[in-house]
């Protein structure tokens, strides 16, 4: 299985810009596809966006969407979030999760049975 590790998270004011990313070692990370998913406090985890293995398609969230870009390096086995125009309501702990299929990832109710997580990072936004 590939290992992920999360990083780039943090405290941001309101309309600002933060970029995650997650770093992946094991397999062989252009066989996953991968996901970002958020948590907020006494909220169940959701979808935020997915990239194909190939990096050639991508997916949001209806409340991102515009806001929000998955990208992939298969190179350097890393995925990015870029976050910009942040708001409040942003604010989740947020895990990269992985999955040979793009079409699990973006399943609703994915979050409770995909396999493969990072321990998350913290974005805060304020208002």
């Known amino acids: 299985q590939v290992q992920l590790v999360e990083s780039g998270g943090g405290l941001v004011q309101g309309g600002g810009s933060l970029r995650l990313s997650c770093a992946a070692s094991?397999?062989?990370?252009?066989?996953?596809?991968m996901g970002w998913f958020r948590q907020a406090p006494g909220k169940e985890r959701e979808f935020v966006a997915a990239?194909?293995?190939?990096?050639?398609?991508?997916y949001y969230r209806d409340s991102v969407k515009g806001r929000f870009t998955i990208s992939r390096d298969n190179a350097k086995n890393t995925v990015h979030l870029q976050m910009n125009s942040l708001k409040p309501e942003d604010t989740a702990v947020y895990y990269c999760?992985?999955?040979?299929?793009?079409?699990?990832?973006?399943?609703?109710?994915?979050?409770?049975?995909?396999?493969?997580w990072g321990q998350g990072t913290l974005v805060t936004v304020s208002s």
């Open positions: 094991g397999r062989t990370f252009s066989g996953y596809a």
């Open positions: 990239i194909s293995w190939s990096g050639s398609n991508s």
């Open positions: 999760a992985a999955d040979p299929s793009v079409v699990v990832i973006t399943t609703p109710g994915s979050n409770r049975y995909l396999e493969v």
